[in-house]
């Protein structure tokens, strides 16, 4: 049976879709990109930008009462590859137990509200 997560604590949809959606021990992030949850937009600093896209990741993962610890699978995607090497510092700094996830980062022309990071990530709860 699948359910939708929720939470005030990260940026509401901005379209026909569920912040997260959690089948079994399986939940499914949708992408994040740099929006808090009032809607303010950050696409100045990439650094920031990709704080905030995995503060939002982890509000939803709480939300469903899962960690950065459960993540299995992330997927990036950058407007910009020379900004790979500050998004990588950022988000190593969010899996600093264990094993970290399996991943892979693209480069893309064009991404929502012209934002130059969004994440998407599954996890897996025991």
């Known amino acids: 049976m699948k359910r939708a997560v929720q939470?005030?604590?990260?940026?509401?949809?901005?379209?026909p879709y569920?912040?997260?959606?959690?089948?079994?021990?399986?939940?499914?992030?949708?992408?994040?990109?740099?929006?808090?949850?009032?809607?303010?937009?950050?696409?100045?600093?990439?650094?920031?930008?990709?704080?905030?896209?995995?503060?939002?990741?982890?509000?939803?993962?709480?939300?469903?009462g899962m960690g950065m610890q459960n993540v299995v699978k992330v997927s990036i995607f950058l407007r910009d590859m020379a900004d790979f090497a500050v998004v990588n510092e950022v988000y190593g700094s969010y899996f600093t137990d264990g094993i970290p996830p399996a991943r892979e980062t693209v480069q893309v022309a064009r991404l929502p509200k012209d934002v130059p990071v969004e994440i998407s990530v599954i996890s897996a709860k025991e």
């Open 18 to 64: 569920s912040q997260a959606v959690q089948h079994g021990n399986l939940l499914f992030v949708s992408g994040q990109i740099p929006v808090d949850a009032e809607g303010r937009l950050e696409t100045g600093d990439i650094g920031r930008a990709t704080r905030l896209v995995m503060d939002n990741i982890s509000a939803i993962l709480e939300a469903a």
């Open 7 to 15: 939470t005030q604590q990260a940026p509401a949809p901005i379209g």
